[in-house]
């Protein structure tokens, strides 16, 4: 999740969001922290010219050895028309990962796109939505 998704607009001060991103933020860090404690590889996908990730995520895994960030210029982050796919591919295959669990803020479009490119190259995933 990258801040930039939670400030636009000034929507994170609304009462019905404050609520919805504070449970959004607990749960991510509730699955980065099991990933961390199982030795599960952490990658993060930033949309190009949106700002970094999240820092309340980033801290957590700063001494971490298995978490790496990659770049996006498409919804999907294994979109073929996504410039910097090859790199996140070519990563998956280094480390022999095969299994994807896809956590972010909007499952309407980021998380969707990755959970069907991801399938379509043949990755089993899980998507978490609590």
């Not at 309340?56 to 796919?85: A, C, Q, W």
Request: hydrophobic share 30%; aromatic share 8%; proline share 2%.
């Amino acid at each position: 999740m990258q801040s930039y998704f939670v400030t636009r607009g000034g929507n994170e001060n609304k009462p019905e969001n404050i609520k919805k991103l504070k449970q959004i933020e607990e749960h991510q860090i509730e699955m980065v922290e099991l990933a961390k404690k199982q030795g599960i590889h952490i990658v993060f996908i930033e949309y190009e010219n949106c700002g970094e990730t999240y820092s309340k995520l980033t801290d957590i895994v700063k001494d971490y050895e298995h978490t790496k960030t990659f770049k996006k210029n498409t919804d999907g982050m294994l979109d073929p028309k996504n410039s910097h796919r090859n790199e996140i591919t070519g990563y998956f295959e280094k480390e022999k990962i095969g299994n994807l669990i896809i956590i972010g803020a909007n499952g309407g479009a980021c998380v969707e796109s990755s959970i069907e490119g991801s399938m379509r190259d043949k990755y089993n995933v899980i998507a978490y939505n609590k």
